[in-house]
Nanobody
Framework: QVQLVESGGGLVQAGGSLRLSCAAS????????MAWFRQAPGKEREFVAA????????YYADFVKGRSTISRDNAKNTVFLQMNSLKPEDTAVYYC??????????????????WGQGTQVTVSS
């Protein structure tokens, strides 16, 4: 079982930045693909970014390309999401997810096995 704990959310003005962190338990963190999803009120959970285990290939949703960077520190069992140029439409609960496989295969929530509790990101206009 893997436990994921997100942090770093908060209230920020449009154009600002936030860095989300997700701390994971377990000894095999480096072999898991990791991802960030978000869910706004009344909307479905949607893919934001993912990073593979091993070499750390990255993948992004079109709406964050050029504005966000996903990274991981395997020594610290942590994955990060640096978000810049934030917009009010980025307001959502952001969730960290882990997949029991090294590769990122699919961007749907069902492709991931473990989830954190979420951290709120609110962007004011």
């Amino acid at each position: 079982q893997v436990q994921l704990v997100e942090s770093g959310g908060g209230l920020v003005q449009a154009g600002g930045s936030l860095r989300l962190s997700c701390a994971a338990s377990g000894r095999t963190f480096g072999t898991y693909a990791m991802a960030w999803f978000r869910q706004a009120p009344g909307k479905e959970r949607e893919f934001v970014a993912a990073i593979s285990g091993g070499v750390g290939n990255t993948y992004y949703a079109d709406f964050v390309k050029g504005r966000s960077t996903i990274s991981r520190d395997n020594a610290k069992n942590t994955v990060f999401l640096q978000m810049n140029s934030l917009k009010p439409e980025d307001t959502a609960v952001y969730y960290c997810a882990a997949r029991k496989f090294i590769l990122v295969e699919g961007t749907t929530p069902g492709a991931y096995d473990y989830w954190g509790q979420g951290t709120q990101v609110t962007v004011s206009s």
